[in-house]
């Protein structure tokens, strides 16, 4: 059994950065792509982010491409979210994700879930 837990979430002004962490406890890191998504009041769970068990292969969504950045650090068990040029629309809850092996853009594809951190960008 795989334990999620993010952090880094917060309020920011629009144009200002942060930067997500997902530890992960319970299972072999290195098995595992892992995945970020975020859901704001209202609406569906999107995909975000993804990245490769090697981190080799990332995978963006339009909305975010070019600003914000996933990566893995395998020492620390750890996944990121680097976001940058944070907008309004990129309030949201984001949640961490993880399935055995391989990327995936569909949150239906992941066996764990965080209990995910709040980001709220201000205009």
């Known amino acids: 059994q795989v334990q999620l837990v993010e952090a880094g979430g917060g309020l920011v002004q629009a144009g200002g950065s942060l930067r997500l962490s997902c530890a992960a406890s319970?299972?072999?890191?290195?098995?595992?792509?892992m995945g970020w998504f975020r859901q704001a009041p209202g609406k569906e769970r999107e995909f975000v982010a993804t990245i490769s068990q090697s981190g080799g292969i990332t995978y963006y969504a339009d909305s975010v491409k070019g600003r914000f950045t996933i990566s893995r650090d395998s020492a620390k068990n750890t996944v990121y979210l680097q976001m940058n040029s944070l907008k309004p629309d990129d309030t949201a809850g984001y949640y961490c994700?993880?399935?055995?092996?391989?990327?995936?853009?569909?949150?239906?594809?992941?066996?764990?879930w965080g209990q995910g951190t709040e980001v709220t960008v201000s205009s």
């Open positions: 994700a993880a399935r055995r092996i391989r990327t995936s853009n569909d949150s239906r594809a992941y066996d764990y």
């Open positions: 319970g299972g072999t890191f290195s098995h595992y792509a």
